[in-house]
């Protein structure tokens, strides 16, 4: 289980929320040029106080394309706020779709959600 923390609703109010990987797989590369693309299209759509805040952070998680062996609400990456390149090759599969902001654990990485509405 990964506890993730956030701001709910926009309240500026702090929670919990769980939620479970289900399963870690070795990201194909569709599934990594597409995390990459969800990056820059995240930055590219947030305001530019909301993107220096991000970028206060090392490490962000984005959602990928779904593949044939995914399990779960979603597929998410690791990506670098420095290189806006994806950390590592895993995708984490999760129960539960993440909610903008939340912050997890994914293997060694502390990383906070960002969705950009796709995937």
Known sequence: MIAATGALGGTGVVGVVAYHVIAV???TERQRRVAEEQVRLAYQQMPAERRTEVRKRRYIAVATVREQNSTGAKSLMVCDTKTEQVVGNNVYDVDVEPK???????????????GTGQY
């Open 25 to 27: 797989h070795e990201a």
């Open 100 to 114: 903008d902001k939340q912050v997890s654990k994914f293997d060694t990485y502390s990383a906070e959600f960002v």
